[in-house]
């Protein structure tokens, strides 16, 4: 149940955003100086130097986490606050002002009983039973009910509000943030951990109020202190004479009935369920987009293809929608014995039995009904403060990581001062790799060491060598999804690190070794490949022909807008997935899988900004002919009609046929490339090439 992680100093060089202090206050405080190292050191096992606590384990009460919460408190609860507040001021006021007003209550019911019991017991004692003079008690008693019931529901609404405004507000945050880290940042463990708190501290906003684990729970445990100070006072008032034992039983047993009676009634806590087609819809377009942004295998393309924005307001238009089709339990309407609140009066009538027992008492009977119902508060807003309290500060430490979450920084983005634009060249790009090496966080052994080549504008490179040699890691390099440890890579005569990585990406195009399979119609497989163009039918069907994948398209039932079935995509199960048409999805073949790859890819490569294409065996599941026609699709995509060449282009290949195609060709063995030339100079090198070349044909 738990982790080892690297030390912090490691893995956020100066990311994160330093509170000034001076150096003085920092040599008499050991304490944090960032909410991150807060929220670090709040999750750090005791005793046990280096482990950790999995995310989202409740921190245990010790007066280090005491510290450390009270830390979080004074460095971001207020500024959180001040946001949420920002977000609904009018109702968040509201919201504040009645839990207190609503911590009174208890008490004021308490008079109201005391006052029937005073009523009924002076009746009777009078022998002479009247209705009409219980009307007006108990019609006060009524209408006092009847005004706390509407009150509790429009606070309840109210509350909804604030709270489901709260809740998107922070997923939003969530989700630009995820889209906007790179793939180096979110492969660190610690960044890992930290979102993962934090994706709980947004799901802590979850319909359902006060008492859910969130920050809000502050509020209710200021009203709950306030309600139990109130319950005192009358109960030490109310005991001060002769101490009555019996009083005491029957008040403890009408106080657990109501505990014990909902186990033998029915809840009505259906999950919440989308309704409506479009409900359903929006449902299953939310999730497939929160897929999207957190899943790693789509981080490449995601970012090579630029679609954090397309994702994040696809994302906040379906998230609206199903979140306005949530409607909580208090917010749904009740009936008027709800509003009422059966329950309590069958205390008030199991309080005649309690009239008759101690009629002859001095103390006033109305006086112990104050008592009892004292007594039963206290209890219930005593468990409740404990339940709170735990919650809020778990609360604190998760609200810690939504803090630091938001302060993390993409690692492949330039400093602003080193930040340069991408610098244009005729005819595509040129690259020169000098001594490269490149180690992946936790291997011992380099994938990449001493790369060093140079490629003009406009030639093709074909990228050959066996399995685990580092060809697709000098990809991702040359892609920018990668960074690399030692060496440079110049594009365009310029070091790679200076461009803005999302620039550079809005001029390249490429297909992975892995590419995504989305779970989502074909047109959208294809047209992800340039966001502008998803909906525009042309383009989608150029780049489908262009990936030869026209017959494909035509065998589908519905054909572009056929679903594709994704393997491993089951991360939902909704209401809406008995409806036929969401459900109906279609599998593909391998090499269907890599037209439709390829399709995107040449959604964006004809583009006359795209000056890269990099494709990482393009063709490893497509047979012979299919192989030759997409090559040469690739080859008038990248040469104007006289053969004067527009982009560079980079393949990978296991095929050395096609290798033979390019104007350059680079070998490589064990992380390094081993020989680099033309196909022919290769050949006759009779080096590692000639022997592979000659195995392959
Ligand atoms: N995410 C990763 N973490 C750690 N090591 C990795 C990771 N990805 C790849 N490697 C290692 O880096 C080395 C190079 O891998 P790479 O995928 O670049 O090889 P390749 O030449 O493309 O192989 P193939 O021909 O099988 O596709 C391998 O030893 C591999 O195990």
């Known amino acids: 149940m738990r982790h080892r992680m690297l030390s912090r100093k490691l893995l956020f060089p100066a990311d994160f955003q330093i509170p000034s202090r001076n150096a003085k206050q920092k040599a008499q405080k050991p304490e944090p100086e960032l909410i991150y190292d807060a929220w670090l050191a709040s999750r750090a096992m005791p005793g046990q130097t280096g482990s950790y606590l999995v995310p989202g ?11 450390l919460a009270l830390f979080v408190a004074q460095h971001c609860t207020l500024d959180f606050f001040k946001v949420l507040f920002r977000l609904n001021p009018l109702r968040t006021t509201l919201m504040m002002s009645l839990n207190i007003v609503r ?7 308490g008079y109201s009983q005391a006052l029937i019991v005073d009523e009924l017991l002076s009746l009777i004692a009078s022998d002479s039973f009247t209705w009409s003079r219980l009307l007006y008690p108990v019609s006060t008693e009524l209408i006092r009910r009847a005004i706390e019931g509407c009150l509790d529901t429009f606070a309840a609404s109210n509350e909804n509000v604030v709270l489901g405004s709260a809740r998107f507000f922070i997923e939003y945050k969530q989700m630009e943030q995820r889209v906007r880290l790179d793939v180096p940042t979110l492969a660190d463990p610690t960044v890992r951990a930290l979102l993962q708190e934090s994706d709980l501290f947004a799901r802590s906003f979850a319909s359902g109020g006060f008492g859910m684990l969130s920050p809000l729970d502050f509020i209710h445990l200021f009203s709950l202190m306030t309600e139990i100070a109130s319950h005192l006072f009358l109960i030490i008032s109310l005991t001060r004479g002769a101490f009555q034992f019996g009083i005491l039983f029957m008040s403890i047993f009408s106080t657990l009935l109501p505990l014990i009676l909902p186990w033998f009634t029915c809840t009505n806590d259906q999950a919440e369920s989308p309704t409506s087609a479009k409900e359903a819809r929006a449902n299953d377009r939310q999730e497939r987009l929160r897929n999207l ?3 790693d295998v789509y981080r490449p393309e995601i970012a090579l293809f630029g679609l954090g924005d397309w994702i994040l307001r696809s994302w906040s238009s379906a998230r609206k929608i199903v979140l306005a089709s949530e409607q909580p339990l208090y917010a749904r309407p009740t009936s008027i014995i709800d509003q009422f609140n059966l329950m309590e009066f069958v205390f008030i009538i199991q309080n005649v039995p309690l009239l008759l027992l101690f009629q002859k008492s001095s103390a006033s009977l109305g006086s112990l009904t104050v008592y009892r119902s004292s007594i039963q ?4 807003a005593s468990r409740n403060l404990v339940t709170t309290a735990r919650m809020a500060f778990q609360g604190i430490f998760l609200m810690s990581a939504y803090t630091a979450s938001m302060k993390l920084k993409p690692r492949l983005n330039p400093k602003h001062e080193d930040a340069l634009h991408y610098m244009t060249v005729h005819g595509g790009i040129n690259i020169t790799a000098r001594n490269i090496s490149y180690t992946y966080p936790g291997s011992s052994e380099p994938a990449l060491r001493n790369i060093s080549f140079s490629l003009k504008a406009g030639e093709t490179l074909a990228i050959v060598g066996y399995n685990g040699s580092g060809k697709s890691t000098l990809a991702r390099i040359l892609l920018r999804i990668d960074d690399f440890d030692k060496g440079s890579l110049l594009i365009n005569d310029v070091d790679i690190r200076r461009y803005n990585p999302a620039e550079y990406h809005s001029h390249l195009s490429a297909v992975f070794q892995g590419f995504s399979k989305f779970s989502a119609t074909l047109k959208e497989n294809v047209g992800l490949g340039n966001i502008d163009k998803i909906n525009y039918r042309p383009a989608i069907e150029t780049a489908v022909h262009l990936a030869e994948a026209d017959t494909l398209v035509e065998s589908l039932p519905n054909g572009l807008k056929t679903i594709l079935e994704t393997p491993g995509f089951e991360s939902f199960s909704f209401a809406g997935s008995m409806n036929p048409e969401l459900s109906q999805r279609h599998g593909l073949s391998g090499g269907e899988w890599q037209r439709v790859a390829l399709a995107r890819a040449f959604m964006r490569a004809n583009e006359p900004g795209i000056d890269m294409l990099l494709f990482d065996e393009p063709t ?28 560079t282009v980079i393949f990978i290949t296991h095929r050395l046929s096609t290798a033979r195609r390019a104007d350059k060709v680079a070998m490589m063995e064990n992380g390094t490339i081993s020989e680099f030339g033309t196909h022919d100079e290769l050949v006759a090198q009779n080096g590692a090439y000639a022997s592979l070349y000659r195995a392959s044909v």
């Open 57 to 67: 384990a409740q921190r245990p009460l010790t007066l280090a986490n005491a510290r």
């Open 103 to 109: 911590s009174l209550f208890p008490a004021f019911r």
């Open 293 to 295: 942004a957190y899943s």
């Open 377 to 380: 508060s206290l209890m219930y």
């Open 620 to 647: 490893s599941s497509l047979d012979a002919r299919a192989q030759n026609q997409i090559f040469d699709t690739i080859e008038k995509i990248s040469k104007s009609p006289s053969g004067e060449p527009k982009k």
